[in-house]
């Protein structure tokens, strides 16, 4: 059985998640910031994991996953890479009006666009 395909990875990753998010905000000096932040991924991984019969949550979970779900998570996360790099090009650009470098956000839209250009070729390549 493959781990991702556990029901246990997501709500274990989401809990995993909020420890590092937690002693990231504790080192920083926001240790109650990093409580929340800790409850709020427990909570989500409560939900993930207890989710019960939602066809939704079973597909994020990794049970119940057919050729459809597979179809709605690469146009979801799609969705969600022009939403990121929409806001990177927009906040690049508000960093280089304000007369700053534009960093960091100049060079997550340039990861973004090499990783986009990287996977149109490898997936040329093969098709």
Do not use: C
Request: proline share 2%; aromatic share 8%.
């Amino acid at each position: 059985m493959q781990m991702t395909r556990s029901k246990w990875f997501l709500p274990l990753f989401a809990v995993a998640l909020g420890v590092v998010v937690l002693v990231a905000q504790w080192i920083g000096g926001n240790a109650q910031s990093g409580l929340v932040s800790l409850g709020i991924m427990t909570a989500f991984g409560a939900l993930v994991l207890l989710g019960g019969r939602s066809e939704t949550i079973r597909g994020l979970r990794g049970d119940g996953r057919d050729e459809r779900f597979r179809q709605i998570d690469i146009h979801a996360t799609a969705f969600a890479g022009i939403a990121v790099i929409t806001a990177i090009i927009v906040a690049f650009t508000v960093e280089l009006a304000r007369g700053h470098s534009g960093s960091p956000y100049g060079w997550l839209g340039a990861i973004a666009g090499i990783a986009y250009l990287i996977a149109v070729a490898v997936m040329r390549m093969r098709g």
